[in-house]
């Protein structure tokens, strides 16, 4: 079974602060991944990676940032936050893109004040 | 526009009751994947499909891209299935990403 590891678990940050959320999966997957899930509603994806040191935007990237050091790690990086990016943000990897399954992480709950 | 749509939005059901839920493509994707997410949040894997049917249990998953649809039947339902289900679609050749359904709400009642 893949494994893929988000932290923090939650976090508070302040309105205009900065924000990383941290990725790591010990599958030797290619592909990478950020969704965004807001309250009552489906996942968006915000940025993917399918190789190191190269990320591609989503359907939804402004505000954000990403970055791919290595293959097993992938971190999403709100420079200044906003209100409006509270939500749940999901990590996940897939061995081929839209050919195999995607794990996700648990999430991490950010709350924006 | 939306690509993927759920239906229905939610669902209530009586335990040992069945349904089957619905994913409808308004364009071609190469595959589906469904998932669970339960009470505590988390995206369980149910089913990955690039075409014909699944099973696993009381769970029975279908995928027509011909007619750009999918479905997951759920039988003798128990408690612990209540939950979101989300379909997600693949899309084609070259593109890299799954979108998801809004989901459909579960809540199996004893």
């Known amino acids: ?113 | 526009g939306d690509q993927v749509e759920q239906s229905p939005s939610a669902l209530s059901l009586h335990e040992g009751t069945g349904s089957a839920l619905r994913c409808n493509f308004t364009t071609t994707m190469r595959a589906v994947q469904w998932f669970q997410q339960n009470s505590r949040g988390s995206l369980i894997n149910l089913f990955y499909l690039a075409s014909g049917t699944k099973e696993n249990g009381r769970l029975k998953s279908t995928f027509n891209s011909k007619e750009s649809y999918s479905t997951l039947h759920i039988r003798d339902a128990q408690l612990e299935d209540s939950g979101t289900y989300f379909c997600a679609a693949g899309l084609g050749t070259g593109n890299y990403k799954y979108v998801f359904g809004a989901g459909t709400r579960l809540k199996v009642i004893a």
């Open chain 1, 1 to 113: 079974e893949a494994a893929v590891t988000q932290s923090p678990r939650s976090k508070v940050a302040v309105t205009g602060g900065k924000v990383t959320l941290s990725c790591h999966q010990t599958n030797n997957h290619d592909y990478m991944y950020w969704y965004r899930q807001d309250t009552g509603h489906g996942l968006r994806l915000i940025h993917y990676s399918y190789v190191a040191d190269s990320t591609e935007k989503g359907d939804i990237p402004d505000g954000y940032k990403a970055s791919r050091p290595s293959q097993e790690n992938f971190s999403l990086i709100l420079e200044l936050a906003s209100l409006s990016q509270t939500a749940v943000y999901f990590c996940a990897s897939s061995g081929r893109a839209s050919a195999e399954t995607l794990y996700f992480g648990s999430g991490t709950r950010l709350t924006v004040l």
